[in-house]
């Protein structure tokens, strides 16, 4: 089945500590995106990479990094220099750069920072 | 893009439509109306999207006012399942990066 997974579902870091969330896709997608939702609020944009090597910043992309070798991988790093990481992470991914092409989303990793 | 407001909550009976209105009175003419969901800890699901049109899909109803100020998205029997947070978005067709602008949202409770 086509879809897009994301690993782990609950992750635990002492503050200090960078860490990497996966996210991966076989929708054969082009673009993916990165959002950060904090408890009773929507979602807000941090990174998204329309093609392989090449990303673009979002509404809040301090502290957060991102890489994007293979079309099918997306993983973000939450850096030290985030100050309030604490968070649930959601990975989406669209078809090519058509604007009514819908997102499809992963199933989130929920980032608690100790 | 131009914002979107909708009520914080609604409370919906169990095979029963639900009504989830949505205000966007700022739109302009190459911006479309999306809606998507959230059931609890899952990532969003994408629902209808649509122009000036009506539309209808398996999932909902998408209303949109002729004048393109307001629309409704209408579940039209509403089941325990539909018991989530619902997102109105309007996107424009030169969005560059095709992102998507997440608001509040209505929390619909499906009851009962």
């Known amino acids: 089945d086509g879809g897009i997974t994301q690993s782990p579902k609950y992750l635990f870091r002492k503050e200090g500590q960078n860490v990497t969330l996966s996210c991966e896709q076989n929708l054969n997608h082009d673009a993916m995106y990165w959002y950060r939702q904090d408890p009773g609020q929507g979602l807000r944009l941090i990174y998204y990479s329309q093609i392989v090597n090449d990303f673009q910043k979002g509404d809040i992309a301090e502290g957060y990094s991102v890489s994007r070798e293979k079309k099918e991988s997306f993983p973000l790093t939450v850096t030290s220099a985030q100050k309030n990481p604490t968070a649930f992470y959601l990975c989406a991914s669209t078809r090519g750069q058509v604007f009514y092409n819908e997102q499809f989303f992963g199933p989130g990793t929920r980032l608690t920072v100790l | 893009d131009a914002k979107t407001t909708q009520p914080t909550s609604m409370d919906c009976a169990e095979g029963r439509a639900a009504n989830l209105p949505c205000n966007h009175s700022t739109i302009s003419g190459n911006e479309y109306v999306y809606w998507y969901r959230q059931i609890h800890s899952q990532g969003p699901q994408y629902i209808i999207h649509g122009l000036k049109n009506n539309e209808t899909n398996e999932m909902a109803s998408l209303i949109i006012t002729e004048d393109r100020k307001s629309s409704t998205l209408i579940l039209p029997h509403a089941t325990l399942r539909d018991t989530a947070v619902y997102y109105c978005?309007?996107?424009?067709?030169?969005?560059?990066?095709?992102?998507?602008?997440f608001g509040g949202g209505t929390r619909l409770m499906v009851k009962p």
């Open positions: 978005i309007v996107r424009a067709t030169d969005n560059a990066g095709n992102m998507l602008t």
